[in-house]
């Protein structure tokens, strides 16, 4: 379980790495190596350079302004957690670090290589796709913005192209009183949810967004059942079977528990009195 | 024990572990961490298919040299395994796949190379030409299937094994008021030491030797096995087993890799090194635990046993490991299933199949996780249909503590123990009232609580009958244990036994201290190398600190006696007048200490007789306990569980643990050993599982699908003692390696069970996986007053 040969390169700057990944088809970007490090031992990638992001100075910027945030790629779950970097989200971005797999994969992971990587089940897509952000990608012509849910085109395909890399990520910046709630159903601590929700309401903004993970397909927006906590109504458990029903009709009665489950108590916490 | 000896360090003394230190700094020396000249490193190339007809295997054109096939490998014998039991079907299991691959993983070819990489690089480039067959995956299935492909066309089934007993069971089923039938399902498993397998091997010419490292629990066993299959003298092949990260009973048997990297260093006469990865555990090597159980239990009306009739089916994989065979498994089963019930009819049939897995390996506890899974939920069952407590029904049926020693209907023999009283300190332990009351007033929305207990056996210290019975290649004698005094007063213990967590750098030294006195930090303990240790079959089986144990209070006692006539001599007294305390011999007339003896026997033998020099202060003492059928170690465990039926998760709430292992050496290390094994039995409950789809595809190649028990899945555990030391052993001394891997999947499904018992519904089959808690929730609620009809959903998936 070695990888294959392939040559390593650390650039010095964003315009080089993009230099370099234009350079070369069969080159492959990495930051912490969390994700893409067992696939290199388990021969499921074979790039045949590996370019060096880690280090870079231009992923690390975060910035929590009044309207807007932003949060560099390259910054680890650990910083998130750790409140090394400003943060805009209320303080939900640090509470969902904390969760994310263990403590040594958060010393090294990014939040970049995170949606990068484009696993349906990574905590990062659920909170983002809450915080409704876009992402920030960079390219030899200049930059360009999407909003999450298109960036995510299947499992493990982002709307990436050869010679792109993400930046960073922006979203509207919560309220101090914003309040939020995140729950994740695992079977063991540090595996990847079996289901998940996230929520958020941020009352003096009028933002309400509700959000659902799930291993097999991209976290899914419930707008309806958001209104209906917006206008503070408190969702009974028929509104979240109806509003799952719509949003994930395919799922089996098992799905549907564990979702509902997961909802239930990320909206719990979200509207504690 | 008094209370002063637990003070100190002797037997009870709760000493830290003298060998944490090198690992707490990084400084341990396994088979990965060493360093050599020339090394190279081996991968193997494995086989893609569970089942198939080897057509060609090609070499990349330029490294004939370094890849290597099973033609290659010629002078090495195969493995055959075998049992002298009538219907034993033995199999030849080459080094390298011959003629057919039979399981997914099975060695097909050896690639070698400078590093790992390069080795992988070189399996790569091998192609492979084989006709696949269709797969045995499941051993019910097959036990019944008269028709092949079989694994080995040379029996015509496929079966490897099986056995009967009946002390009469036809009588009780006739007449019995209460019938209960069951199945159950444990799922195979994979051991995961924290240390995968590992080997490295070297010819040294200093020596003529053939030098294996290799991370295993029993050095002598594969010193004598790498020496037949390569048709050496054993005097020129040295087994070292240097640090050891975990065993677990995947490491007490001859592996295939173990052959081939001895043949390479042999033919070579150069270093070679196989370090096991992760995939390569998991997919091939380490599998354990696969049973199928259908039982019947006939009771009274009072739920008191009045037989069990047990169908036991074990999915055995592909072959019969050295020595063990694939058939201790289903043995022990049928030998053991009765428990610490007692019960006269007895009906045990077992069926050993072969299938298109890796080779069943016997894990820590080895057929006892699944039997006592058998039997508990079966009591908890006949306690149900009689409408009684499950705990009460339980007591009712133990062996009296009176009543022992005792023979159970399967034959094993029980030493001594207080069956009741473990239950009975369980029980004060969880307030099984309090859940009863929590269960009568619950509200809608409040979690499904429910209690569970587990009795269970443990036999430990085996003795040569059993073994002899069975036919093994390997029947353990007398335990032997060497201690040599040093000119300075420090000892040396060397035991052919081998430590690879149990603490028996330290758990023996106090043994030693206890009957010499010598300071535990002065004392070192030898093991892992075939080259400084006397002969034994090694570590396996819970015997280690029972039979070395022994032998070195044994050697130590002959030690003693010879230094007490030095010490005598010395104070100008009588042999009798002396005696050894806290490393001083005293006399009437004064007191010379231990250390000083040794001094003046080694360098200044003028001042003793000159026959004193002739009695050696290195002496091998042997041990075997008073009786030789095993020493039995028992307990309980007790769980309290609440289950969400909004999310379809399980917490334990409570978890208790009761266990008697006679007198502890060590404390510290007991409850060590006891947490572990029930972090691996909470494992095998709720998490661990190896599926394999239809074609024999192992489903789990890593640990992200793998899932193993971790610091935050370990309920707190409370953990109580009994101690009733044994009457065959030295001390009193029982074994404890294994008890706490038994009963957890027991004591959690009859916590579950008994939460979900008002609309009676059970769950038998390990792992309690997410989706199979859900459906045993959902069959609650549909039974529930006013329950509306599952609203069935669009596309269900199995389980």
Partial sequence: MKPARFDYVRPRSVEDALARLASEPGAKLIAGGQSLGPMLNLRLARPSLLVDIGGL?????ADAGADESFVGAGITHAMIEDRMVADGSAGFMPHVARTIAYRAVRNRGTIGGSIAHADPAADWLLALTALGADVIVARSTGERRIALPQFVIAAFTPALGESEMVLGFTFPSLSAGARFGHAKLA??????ADAAAAVIVDRPRGVCRIALGRPEGQPVLLPGLADQVAADGQPSPQDIAAALASALPELDAFERRILSGALGRALAQALMP | MNAEAKTGQGIGARVLRKEDARHL?????????????????????RSPVAHGLIRAVGKPAGAEGEVFTRADLARVKPIRSTIQLPTFNGSDQHPLACGK?????EPVAMCVASGRAEAEDLAEQVTLDIDPLPAVVDARAARDDGAGPFLHDEWGSHLVLTTALDTGIDEVARTAPVKVTRSYHMARQVMNPLEGKAVLAYWDDLKGQLVVYTSTQVPHMIRTAIAEHLGLDQREVRVVAPDVGGGFGYKCVLQAEELCLAWLALTFRAPFRWTEDRREHLTSGANCREHVYEVTAYADTQGRLLGIDADITVDAGAYSVWPFTACLEGTMAARQLPGPYAFRAYRARTWTVATNKPSIVPYRGVARTGICFAMELTLDAVARAVGREPWQVRRENLIAAEAMPFT????????IGNYAGSLDMALGEIDVGAVRRRQAARQAGEPLVGVGFANFIEMTAHGTRAFALAGLPFVPGAEPAAVRLTPDGGLEVRVGVQSHGQGMETSLAQIAHEVLGIDV?????????TELTPFSTGTYASRSITMAGGAVAEACDQLARRLAKAAAHLLQCAPEQVELSAGLFRGPSGDIAVSEVARIWYLKPELLTPQMSLESLEVTGMFRPKTDTGQYSYGTHGVVVAIDPATATLAIEDYVIVEDCGTRVNPLIVEGQTYGGAAQGIGTALLEEMPFDGAGQPLASTLADYLMPGAAEMPPIRLRHLEIPSPNTRFGIKGVGEGGAIPPPAAIFNAVNDALASAGVEVSATPLTPRRLFAAIAAWEAAQPGATPPVPAPRERAP
């Fill in chain 1, 187 to 192: 079977r063991k601590l540090g595996k990847f």
């Fill in chain 2, 408 to 415: 159970s209907p399967g034959g094993a023999v029980y030493d």
């Fill in chain 1, 57 to 61: 100075p231009e992923l690390f910027q």
């Fill in chain 2, 521 to 529: 930090a002065r004392i070192a303990v030898v093991h892992g190398d």
């Fill in chain 2, 101 to 105: 691959v039979r399981f997914v993983g």
């Fill in chain 2, 25 to 45: 700094h990084g400084r341990g020396r396994f088979i990965a961490d060493m360093k050599m000249a020339g090394l190279k490193e081996v991968a193997f190339l």
